[in-house]
């Protein structure tokens, strides 16, 4: 097993343990010497991800609030279908579209896979596999996968892609919307490339169903002042527009 295939695993049992695990627990649940794996640790507490303690590890609040892209495609799915078909009507023929790496926007591509005329730019791999059968261009960010979410691209050249495009229109989403408008979420480094989405997007398209409102994660994205319009599934949103003349809802 590669040193990054292990850690990957360090982070998955972590996660399902939801708690402290020692060092013996890892080295027998992955076949691991105990020199490799405080390596492992080593590593993952350099990037934020852990916090290492006597014997053993446990997650920092940050990356445990990281949801897996598979998990997360399974959560809310009426509420992101609905969402999804909203924000596929604002597409024209034509249109250049940025697709971030949400679960949200992944089904807003499910929803244009007849629209052979438009092109997609997006770092989320999970969206190129589904568009690849289609007759959608498609233009990858390119960049490397995240430790976290192993469907997302990130990193100088992912961002840079961002940079030098432009697009028609912005579909992203996040983990929480505040009652103040702050647009939060927990990895700074999708944060990063979603901002060279936002700079280089003529229609900034926030989608947010209403398991995220009244909810802050740990970094700010943007606020609602920075996003043109707001997708939900229901009334729920308008209570957060009160101080927000700018967005339009859907």
Request: charged content about 25%; overall charge neutral; some cysteine.
């Amino acid at each position: 097993m590669l040193n990054r295939e292990r850690e990957q695993e360090i982070l998955n049992i972590l996660k399902s343990e939801k708690g402290f695990v020692t060092v013996k627990h890892l080295c027998e649940a992955l076949f691991a010497s105990e020199s490799s794996i405080r390596r492992d640790l080593k590593a993952l507490e350099k990037r934020g991800q852990i916090k290492r303690s006597y014997g053993g590890a446990s997650l920092e609040v940050s990356a445990s609030d990281i949801v897996t892209f598979g998990n997360r495609t399974r959560q809310n799915t009426e509420a992101k279908r609905a969402i999804a078909k909203k924000a596929a009507a604002l597409i024209n023929d034509g249109d250049l579209i940025f697709l971030d790496q949400s679960s949200t926007s992944f089904y807003v591509a499910a929803e244009i896979v007849d629209k052979s005329s438009v092109t997609v730019i997006t770092n989320n791999i999970e969206i190129m596999i589904l568009l690849s059968k289609s007759g959608v261009k498609v233009i990858s960010s390119g960049g490397f996968l995240s430790d976290s979410n192993r469907n997302c691209l990130i990193g100088g050249e992912a961002q840079r892609t961002f940079d030098n495009a432009y697009a028609d229109i912005l579909f992203f989403s996040v983990k929480a919307l505040s009652e103040n408008g702050d647009v939060t979420d927990c990895s700074t480094e999708e944060i990063a490339v979603r901002n060279s989405m936002l700079k280089n997007s003529a229609k900034k398209v926030l989608l947010c169903d209403s398991s995220k409102f009244g909810k802050k994660a740990v970094f700010r994205q943007c606020t609602l002042k920075d996003v043109d319009i707001l997708i939900s599934e229901g009334e729920a949103a308008n209570k957060y527009l009160k101080d927000f003349d700018n967005i339009v809802t859907f």
